[in-house]
Nanobody, 125 residues
Framework: QVQLVESGGGLVQAGGSLRLSCVAS????????MGWYRQAPGKQRDLVATISTDGITYYTDSVKGRFTISRDNSKNTVYLQTNSLKPEDTAVYYC???????????????????WGQGTQVTVFS
């Protein structure tokens, strides 16, 4: 089991910045890709950014150039620096971890998704 705890959300004026953090605990040795998703009221949960264990990043188009994802593997922590925030960035931001889990004595493995509880980001104009 892996537990994820987000922090850093809040209320910010358009153009401002927030730094979101997500700390993983539990069986962290199997963590592979980590990422951030967001869900606005009445909408589906969408991918924002991901980062692999060796630092390869991916961003959805709407946040490119404004958001930066990073991770500190020694601290089992992933960050999302959000700059130039817009009202349309308002959402609950969820941390995600893809974890490789060994399921039998032969070493067969599966990947499981774990989620944090979310942190609210509200941007006002």
């Amino acid at each position: 089991q892996v537990q994820l705890v987000e922090s850093g959300g809040g209320l910010v004026q358009a153009g401002g910045s927030l730094r979101l953090s997500c700390v993983a605990s539990g069986s962290t040795s199997g963590i592979k890709t980590m990422g951030w998703y967001r869900q606005a009221p009445g909408k589906q949960r969408d991918l924002v950014a991901t980062i692999s264990t060796d630092g390869i990043t991916y961003y959805t188009d709407s946040v490119k150039g404004r958001f930066t994802i990073s991770r500190d593997n020694s601290k089992n922590t992933v960050y999302l620096q959000t700059n130039s925030l817009k009202p349309e960035d308002t959402a609950v931001y969820y941390c995600n971890a893809v974890v490789k889990v060994i399921v039998n004595v032969e070493g067969a493995a599966v990947e499981r998704n774990y989620w944090g509880q979310g942190t609210q980001v509200t941007v006002f104009s």
